[in-house]
């Protein structure tokens, strides 16, 4: 009988701490804008980068309840693009994409990329991310993307593009 309760005890402290650990998971989510200038010609990389986004980490983790030392883990779980103008544009013009974070004294490093982009996209791209531990970055005070496009058509207006990136943080339970 002892052996019984002993057991029912471990199990619901497992089942408490897997519950626990559910709670020291959430998602942090940037947007920021860039434009892609026209074009003249076609085939030729060139890069956009974003303005420095204030990443606010420790609101963030003081609101989840948890401090930058108990981070375990920060990935990009989703990278969105999305073109706000022209209203009519669409990413047909757009061969590859490669997405770089930086911050500062860390090296700039690969997140996110499309080889190639499907021409029947839209005005909405959903970019294939990398997974690689981030936290580093997000712990800093701000970072900045680097977007290394190369089109496949010449464009003869500006684009705006919005870019909406999720991060994924686990924590350490109760600093354990």
Not at 20 to 31: P, R
Not at 48 to 53: A, G, R, S
Not at 56 to 63: H, K, T
Request: charge should be negative; aromatic fraction near 8%.
């Amino acid at each position: 009988m002892k052996n019984l309760a002993l057991g029912l005890f471990a199990f619901i402290m497992l089942l408490s701490c897997d519950k626990l650990d559910e709670l020291t998971k959430f998602d942090i989510e940037y947007k920021s804008n860039v434009t892609i200038p026209s074009t003249t010609g076609i085939d030729l990389p060139f890069d956009v980068f974003t303005p420095d986004m204030e990443t606010n980490s420790d609101s963030e983790f003081e609101v989840n309840d948890t401090r930058k030392d108990l981070i375990e883990d920060i990935r990009l779980t989703e990278l969105i693009l999305k073109i706000t103008s022209p209203d009519d544009a669409d990413f047909s013009f757009l061969e590859s994409i490669v997405i770089y974070i930086s911050a500062e004294d860390l090296d700039e490093i690969k997140i996110a990329e499309e080889a190639e982009v499907d021409p029947n996209t839209g005005n909405t791209l959903d970019v294939d991310v990398i997974d690689v531990d981030l936290q580093e970055y997000i712990k800093k005070d701000k970072f900045n993307l680097r977007l290394e496009t190369v089109t496949d058509e010449a464009i003869s207006r500006d684009h705006e593009i919005e870019v909406n990136s999720t991060f994924f943080v686990d924590a350490k339970i109760l600093g354990l």
